[in-house]
């Protein structure tokens, strides 16, 4: 629901993308490991305000369709119809299969995969005030108005108008709009034969009010082959890693945790300086990397290694996920112990491991937990920890 009304998101998918050339339909292309279409589809399966989710695909493609959204849209209504012969009918096909009654509906392309929250929330706000919202980007290249020439071989047209670009704006997609309005504006649009490129023009046709939002030049619509590159290089795009390690006390050690030394009367047993957080990072980094783990790399039964800032062992890990292209989105750490209390402390050690990841400290988050006394953290023997990171390629 958004503000007390159903929402409904279309997903425009039911042409072939003759321009893109390939043996798929381009939404059905692979992207960093997942079709395009389930790409464009994420933004909207994640958000707790939309209600139903239609996919209009050609109907060759509804059963894979159905198969891959199937368990991304699992906390949605999901209906998947075919598309008709052209972008008005593909709508049309998903404002007729649509269960709301009334409502806002979202209208997006699914070549359009790099759709941000921001262009979202500002289309539903815009739509929900003005009954129909479209994002769009100032035109930066000077647009010519044309007529024909009569004179293909020397050149086929004349110019016959420039437009002041500063008023143009080239349109995005998602559009959204009251769904009973676009109901009616597409069925007007087919009475009277009206060419409908995009779902703005029905409306604006029919004598609406059509609001205009900022847009997002990184939400480009994939025509050929080339779009893809320029979002995700060759191969996977996002890496993810898991971590965990775990480190009994020792009595005269100094406690170093994210390289941080935190006042306590024991510190961790090890080979270097049994900074158990530091390791489940590393090992995380490196499993996203698929380049091992710190025992492979760091083997304890090397010499130079013994009692060595862990810290110095992260700059060798960040140095190998730079080499292979990749740089820290974000990380996720937990550190499980009854004591020391780590809230003290959350601060000196997120800006700590950011420096080393060459990050800012708002990319790393530190949580700390408790077992309830249950287990070797909960008699209090030692401290365990866990990391998840999210690389992505440069």
């Not at 490129?197 to 900022?214: H, L, N, Q, Y």
């Amino acid at each position: 629901m958004y503000q007390g009304r159903p929402l409904t998101v279309i997903l425009a998918a039911g042409g072939w993308g003759t321009r893109f050339g390939g043996k798929l339909p381009k939404q059905f292309t692979e992207l960093a490991g997942r079709s395009v279409l389930c790409v464009a589809a994420e933004p909207f399966a994640a958000d707790s305000r939309v209600d139903e989710i239609v996919v209009v695909v050609p109907e060759a493609y509804r059963e894979q369709a159905e198969s891959e959204l199937r368990v991304l849209c699992q906390q949605k209504r999901l209906t998947v119809v075919p598309g008709g012969a052209d972008r008005t009918a593909s709508v049309n096909a998903g404002l007729t299969a649509a269960f709301a009654e009334d409502g806002i509906v979202l209208v997006h392309d699914a070549a359009r995969p790099f759709v941000s929250s921001e262009v979202i929330d500002s289309v539903l706000k815009a739509a929900f005030t003005y009954g129909a919202a479209v994002p769009a980007v100032p035109v930066t290249d000077t647009i010519y108005e044309t007529v024909p020439s009569g004179d293909e071989e020397a050149a086929p047209y004349l110019a016959a108008r420039i437009p002041d670009r500063g008023t143009l704006r080239a349109v995005q997609t998602p559009q959204g709009f009251d769904l009973a309005l676009l109901r009616a504006a597409h069925q007007k649009a087919r009475e009277t034969g009206l060419a409908v490129t995009d779902d703005g023009m029905p409306v604006f046709s029919a004598g609406e009010r059509v609001a205009v939002v900022a847009g997002d030049s990184a939400n480009i619509k994939i025509t050929t082959p080339e779009d893809l590159p320029a979002k995700f290089p060759a191969g996977s795009g996002f890496r993810i890693g898991f971590g965990f390690d775990a480190h009994r006390f020792a009595e005269d050690r100094p406690l170093i945790l994210g390289g941080v030394l935190i006042p306590f009367e024991k510190g961790l047993a090890g080979h270097s300086d049994a900074d158990v957080l530091t390791h489940a990072l590393m090992d995380a980094i490196l499993g996203a990397l698929r380049a091992g783990d710190i025992g492979q790399r760091f083997p304890d039964t090397d010499d130079a290694y013994k009692g060595v800032s862990s810290m110095l062992l992260l700059g060798d890990v960040v140095s190998l996920m730079e080499k292979e292209g990749y740089e820290l989105a974000n990380c996720d750490l937990t550190l499980v112990a009854e004591r020391p209390k780590m809230a003290p402390h959350h601060s000196a050690v997120e800006e700590s491991l950011a420096a080393a990841l060459g990050t800012e400290p708002e990319n790393v988050s530190l949580k700390a937990t408790t077992t309830e006394k249950l287990g070797f953290t909960g008699r209090e023997e030692g401290i365990a920890a866990e990391a998840a990171v999210l690389l992505r390629r440069k």
